[in-house]
């Protein structure tokens, strides 16, 4: 029990210390370069820590790296913050009557920094800018982006995928290629799971249930939630053969994609129902 005790109290010494330490190396950050307006950011708060830190911290290597994607990740750690934000400044402090006020400054501050990115992005013809600013409601952008397409600059798994969620209402099977495009353009430890899921929901909707059930086994593999064993005996009545000859087929699937080997020629057609 001693020993035990012992190993709490160090490791809360630990923990501690590198919190410390955390936030002197955050201090002499800010002090040492003005441009990141930690000033801005309602540092003293214990409210919103570390989000804050983690957008400081982005910030000093935005300084050094101004690339898209610096940008866009930006954004996101600002959006988290401002959230953490929005929350605390409806909590009233006690004996702190400016801290209510900083709160919203820095909330404010969010706000005018997501503005100012989508600002900056507006002067690219990146194709991740463009499909960003579409996803936040820039119509113009949408029409650029869409306009790329055929021209080889969307010719990555991840803008496959963006390209796919415009047509994935419009023109399914166009949309399955695409997803099997950006699955096939997928490095080693590059998957991103919502590529899998579409594949399973898009093949589902077209009727294909040979190809949906492969991409649901495909998916578990890869941690996405699976529906009941129930509804999966009511969705496909398949013969145990069959489900044995299908998992095996996800199974060859999971390995190359994991591997970032994956290739349309690994599923079958599937001509005639069972």
């Known amino acids: 029990m001693i020993k035990r005790q012992l190993l709490i109290i160090a490791s809360a010494s630990l923990l501690l210390s590198g919190c410390f330490e ?16 930690c000033e801005k950011l309602n540092m003293r708060d214990g409210q919103c820590r570390i989000p804050r830190t983690d957008l400081i911290w982005h910030r000093f290597e935005t300084l050094r790296n101004n690339s898209v994607d610096e940008q866009i990740q930006e ?23 400016d801290l209510k006020e900083r709160r919203f400054n820095a909330l404010m501050h969010t706000y005018d920094e997501q503005k100012r ?24 952008a949408k029409r650029a982006f869409l306009r790329l397409e055929g021209s080889g600059k969307l010719q990555t798994s991840e803008m496959q995928y963006a390209l796919a969620t415009y047509y ?24 991103n799971p919502e590529v899998i899921k579409s594949l399973a929901s ?42 044995d000859k299908l998992e095996q087929i996800a199974d060859d699937i999971a390995s190359a994609v994991d591997d970032g080997k994956y290739h349309p020629k690994l599923l079958p057609d599937f001509d005639s129902p069972e």
């Open 22 to 37: 955390m936030r002197k190396n955050t201090d002499e950050l800010c002090k040492s370069n003005p441009p990141l307006h």
């Open 75 to 97: 954004y996101a750690i600002l959006h988290k913050y401002q959230l953490c934000l929005d929350l605390a400044a409806q909590i009233q402090p006690i004996d702190q009557t």
């Open 117 to 140: 990115i989508l600002t900056e992005l507006a002067a690219s013809s990146d194709p991740k800018a463009l499909y960003f600013r579409w996803t936040h409601g820039d119509d113009d």
């Open 168 to 191: 994935v209402n419009r023109d399914r099977l166009k949309t399955l290629s695409l997803l099997e495009n950006a699955l096939r353009l997928t490095k080693k430890d590059e998957v």
């Open 202 to 243: 898009t093949s589902q909707a077209v009727g294909n249930k040979e190809h949906a059930y492969i991409w649901a086994m495909v998916g578990k593999e890869f941690g996405l939630p699976v529906t009941s064993e129930r509804n999966m005996q009511r969705l496909y009545a398949f013969s145990q053969e069959k489900k």
